[in-house]
């Protein structure tokens, strides 16, 4: 069924970059939205970016925007996460999701809801030094 693969993740110090991939197979890439999320330690998993099918809408938390870009290459079926001037705050484990079947064409809104993503990846660690 879908499956997703990330990598990327690692330990960098605060202002640095780290991009994040997500490879995604089981299903028509492009006829769907992806997303990422995070989840830190005692905390709930919170909504950090997503992007429509073909790549021309995206949407991000506040707390992310003006320094990470969501991206995508439906030829590679894959999804990408550009972090820059990264934060200790941003310390998390970061997941690649994908909505349901029924959000194929027009079956959800741009942006998802969190509802919507029935497909996660196994998550990778990112870690940011003061």
């Known amino acids: 069924q879908v499956q997703l693969v990330e990598s990327g993740g690692g330990l960098v110090q605060a202002g640095g970059s780290l991009r994040l991939s997500c490879a995604a197979s089981?299903?028509?890439?492009?006829?769907?939205?992806m997303g990422w999320f995070r989840q830190a330690p005692g905390k709930e998993r919170e909504f950090v970016a997503t992007?429509?099918?073909?790549?021309?809408?995206?949407y991000y938390a506040d707390s992310v925007k003006g320094r990470f870009t969501i991206s995508r290459d439906n030829a590679k079926s894959a999804v990408y996460l550009q972090m820059n001037s990264l934060k200790p705050e941003d310390t998390a484990v970061y997941y690649c999701?994908?909505?349901?079947?029924?959000?194929?064409?027009?079956?959800?809104?741009?942006?998802?809801?969190?509802?919507?993503?029935?497909?996660w990846g196994q998550g990778t660690q990112v870690t940011v030094t003061s």
């Open positions: 992007i429509n099918w073909n790549g021309e809408r995206t």
């Open positions: 999701a994908a909505p349901r079947d029924y959000c194929s064409g027009y079956g959800c809104p741009f942006p998802p809801r969190q509802v919507n993503y029935g497909h």
């Open positions: 089981g299903r028509t890439f492009s006829d769907y939205a």
